[in-house]
C-alpha cells in the first residue's frame, strides 16, 4: 500500500512538474450562485467539479465504510468532523482523473479548513490558483432565494423563480403538473438570518485568503446575466493561473 500511494504521489510530481494543476475554491453567501458557476464552468476548463456535500452523499449511497460513519453522525444531528471531510476530499483530489485540478464548490468553510487545503497543496509542491469570493447584495439574495419555487414531486424537483424563470402556469410545475412550493430556508426572514451566520463564519477565511495572497472578489447583482458572471470568474481564473 505505501508502495502504491509513493508511485502514485511519484507520478502526480512528475505532471504537476511540466503542467501546473488549477485549483479553485468558489465562495459565497447562499444564493450567490456558486454551483450555478462550478456546473458550467468545471467541465469547460476540464476540471473536476467538487462539492463536500455531494461527496458524502455519494459516500453513503455506496454504503463505503465511511460512508455508514458519515451516515450515523448525520442522522444524529451533527456536523460531520474536518477529518472526515479532508479524507473524504483529499481522497478525491489524488484520482489521476483529477489532477488537471478542480473547482471547490463552498468549500472551505472554516479558517482551519482553508490552512488545511494550503497545507495539502504544499505538500503536493503546488497551491491554490484563486479563491473567488461571489459577492451579491443582501437585497438581491433575498430576491433570488425568497422568489424560488420548487416542485412537491421529490422524484421531479424542478426549480423555478417567480421572476426569472417562472412556470408557465402559476404554482404549478411544467414537467409533472405537480404544485410548486416555497421551502422553508427561502423565507425572507430566514434569508436574513443565514446571511447573517454565513458572513460571521466567513469573515475569518477571507482575511486568511488576504493575508496569504489569491483573493480575488466578484461583484455582481440580479442584472447580470449568468453568462456575464461566468465570465468574469473564468477571467479571474485564467488570469490567476499565469502567476
Known sequence: MKITRFLIGFARSLVFLFRRPIY???????????????QTLAPELGLAHLSTGALMRREVEKKTPLGQSIEKIMKAGKLVPDEIVFKLLEQELERPANWRGAILDGFPRTRAQAEWLTALFGKWHTRLTVAVQLEVPEADIIERLSGRRVCSNTSCGTTYHVTFNPPKTEGVCDKCQSALMQR?????????????????????????????GGLWSIHTTNKNTPAQVLANVKSAVLASSKR
Open 24 to 38: 479553485v475554491t468558489l465562495m459565497g453567501g447562499p444564493g450567490a450562485g456558486k454551483g450555478t458557476v462550478a
Open 184 to 212: 422553508a430556508d427561502d423565507k425572507p426572514e430566514v434569508v436574513l438570518a443565514r446571511l447573517v451566520e454565513y458572513r460571521a463564519a466567513q469573515a475569518p477565511i477571507l482575511a486568511y485568503y488576504g493575508e496569504v
